[in-house]
């Protein structure tokens, strides 16, 4: 009960923080087509679209006790470098956590699917708007983040790459998780992180692996070659990797004296995240 207090706090105040540099993008509310998820919410920010182009999909999640409009307001993907190229999808969590994964939480308790719930978003999205189906990818915040890895266990087929904010990935999900398809992952983590600890956690279902045990995971998963160890990306920021920057890569960034946040001194998270993603597409 703490630990999921502790979330919806750092997760409300990371939204009333934030900032607005100026009028965000039109956004749509949406529904999908299958009426399983008839009463999930979400949201696009959509760009002008061009005849005959094909654009990228960014699913964004909140974290615990947050929504999809919160998130979208303080990470800035809307006025991003990419904000004009880029289709934006916001989910709304049907409780105030997401399914990490750990088969513990509250909407495993009450059976919500919403791994479902973010296929169906997919579906309807490919269907509604000229998606490039190699270039779809998800970023997650605190809890967000670890569903984000969870998505990449279970959606592996849908996403050319994933990110986490904020969180590693919880135990029991290592234990089973089976991407059947190559998914590049980048691990942003603060190491003095108190809400979800860089260093991992040891609490029965809830417990988490560290930030550095899971890049470790996705590197062995994949059978990668270890590419980076601790070196400088910033005046405090250090980088491991599996792989290659320009294919399939598992990145960890380490902010060494900074927390639970989405911004950091060294670098633009959402900039950086964006980044990432652009240098990654799904094989055919």
């Given at each position: 009960?703490?630990?999921?207090?502790?979330?919806?706090?750092?997760?409300?105040?990371?939204?009333?923080?934030?900032?607005?540099?100026?009028?965000?993008?039109?956004?749509y509310p949406e529904t999908v087509a299958d009426s399983t998820f008839?009463?999930?919410?979400?949201?696009?920010?959509?760009?002008?679209?061009?005849?005959?182009?094909?654009y990228p999909l960014v699913f964004v999640f909140h974290g615990a006790?947050?929504?999809?409009?919160?998130?979208?307001?303080?990470?800035?993907?809307?006025?991003?470098?990419?904000?004009?190229?880029?289709?934006?999808?916001?989910?709304?969590?049907?409780?105030?956590?997401?399914?990490?994964?750990?088969?513990?939480?509250?909407?495993?308790?009450?059976?919500?699917?919403?791994?479902?719930?973010?296929?169906?978003?997919?579906?309807?999205?490919?269907?509604?708007?000229?998606?490039?189906?190699?270039?779809?990818?998800?970023?997650?915040?605190?809890?967000?983040?670890?569903?984000?890895?969870?998505?990449?266990?279970?959606?592996?087929?849908?996403?050319?790459?994933?990110?986490?904010?904020?969180?590693?990935?919880?135990?029991?999900?290592?234990?089973?998780?089976?991407?059947e398809e190559k998914t590049s992952v980048l691990i942003i983590h603060?190491?003095?992180?108190?809400?979800?600890?860089?260093?991992?956690?040891?609490?029965?279902?809830?417990?988490?692996?560290?930030?550095?045990?899971?890049?470790?995971?996705?590197?062995?998963?994949?059978?990668?070659?270890?590419?980076?160890?601790?070196?400088?990306?910033?005046?405090?920021?250090?980088?491991?990797?599996?792989?290659?920057?320009?294919?399939?890569?598992?990145?960890?960034?380490?902010?060494?004296?900074?927390?639970?946040?989405?911004?950091?001194?060294?670098?633009?998270?959402?900039?950086?995240?964006?980044?990432?993603?652009?240098?990654?597409?799904?094989?055919?």
């Amino acid at each position: 009960m703490l630990h999921s207090l502790l979330l919806m706090i750092y997760t409300l105040a990371a939204m009333m923080t934030a900032c607005e540099d100026g009028p965000l993008k039109p956004v749509y509310p949406e529904t999908v087509a299958d009426s399983t998820f008839a009463d999930r919410t979400y949201i696009t920010s959509v760009p002008m679209l061009r005849d005959g182009k094909k654009y990228p999909l960014v699913f964004v999640f909140h974290g615990a006790g947050g929504n999809g409009a919160g998130i979208r307001s303080f990470s800035g993907f809307d006025k991003s470098t990419w904000g004009d190229s880029c289709i934006f999808v916001y989910p709304d969590a049907k409780v105030e956590n997401w399914d990490e994964g750990c088969r513990c939480n509250k909407p495993y308790r009450l059976g919500i699917d919403d791994i479902g719930f973010i296929d169906a978003i997919y579906k309807t999205m490919i269907d509604k708007y000229p998606v490039n189906t190699r270039r779809v990818y998800a970023v997650g915040f605190s809890q967000g983040g670890l569903f984000a890895h969870h998505v990449a266990c279970r959606l592996s087929h849908r996403f050319a790459a994933v990110a986490s904010v904020a969180s590693s990935m919880n135990q029991p999900l290592s234990t089973y998780g089976a991407p059947e398809e190559k998914t590049s992952v980048l691990i942003i983590h603060g190491k003095n992180d108190g809400v979800l600890p860089y260093q991992g956690s040891n609490e029965g279902s809830f417990s988490l692996l560290s930030a550095p045990q899971t890049l470790t995971w996705w590197g062995n998963y994949y059978k990668m070659q270890r590419t980076a160890i601790g070196e400088k990306a910033g005046k405090n920021t250090t980088l491991d990797r599996y792989g290659l920057e320009s294919g399939h890569e598992i990145r960890l960034l380490t902010p060494e004296e900074e927390g639970h946040q989405w911004f950091f001194n060294d670098f633009n998270t959402t900039e950086t995240v964006l980044s990432f993603f652009k240098t990654k597409s799904r094989t055919p």
